[in-house]
């Protein structure tokens, strides 16, 4: 296996005339909260399945949700809270060799705490636990402008 491949920040090496204009880190904060949610979401659809099928003892629905949230997230705390996320003046890249050149994005929106990017072939890639995903769509947004003018004329910086 690739050694690469577990890597939780980026590892391509930067194209000539390319830099890190910013890095995106996980927020603790919101992985602790959104694993909150998740578990609330949990109990609700576990209990009230349990409560629909006329199981007497629908209130396990919360304890196994909430275990199952728990071990879920102690268990990948330690690689989600280290993913890290380079954008540059032409990529935004990410862990794991995960790479979307800026010209070749299609959309950038936020989904929950998360900032998706959508390239023109299709790929998906999430950029986590973020405090203000709203805000890294606009930089992202940013970098797609600069990167399509510096192509237009032909320049790189």
């Known amino acids: 296996m690739n050694s690469l491949y577990r890597s939780l920040e980026p590892t391509a090496a930067l194209n000539d005339g390319e830099h890190v204009v910013t890095s995106f880190y996980a927020d603790k904060r919101i992985y602790i909260r ?8 949990g109990i609700i659809f576990g ?7 006329g199981n007497p003892h629908f209130w396990t629905g919360a304890v196994g949700a909430v275990f199952a949230v728990a ?11 280290k993913a890290r996320w380079d954008l540059t003046n032409q990529r935004a890249m990410g862990p794991q060799e995960r790479i ?4 070749e994005i299609r959309e950038v929106k936020t989904l929950g705490s998360a900032a998706q990017i959508i ?14 995903p709203k805000d890294i769509v606009r930089q992202i947004e940013e970098a797609r402008v600069k990167a399509a003018l510096q192509t237009s004329n032909g320049t790189e910086t």
């Not at 959104?34 to 979401?41: K, R």
């Not at 209990?47 to 099928?53: A, F």
């Not at 979307?100 to 010209?103: G, I, Q, R, S, Y």
């Not at 390239?119 to 203000?132: M, P």
């Open 34 to 41: 959104d694993h909150i949610w998740l578990a609330v979401l």
């Open 47 to 53: 209990m009230g399945v349990l409560w629909l099928m």
């Open 71 to 81: 071990v879920r997230g102690f268990y990948l705390a330690s690689d989600d809270l």
């Open 100 to 103: 979307a050149d800026l010209t």
């Open 119 to 132: 390239t023109r072939s299709g790929l998906k890639h999430l950029i986590r636990f973020q405090a203000d």
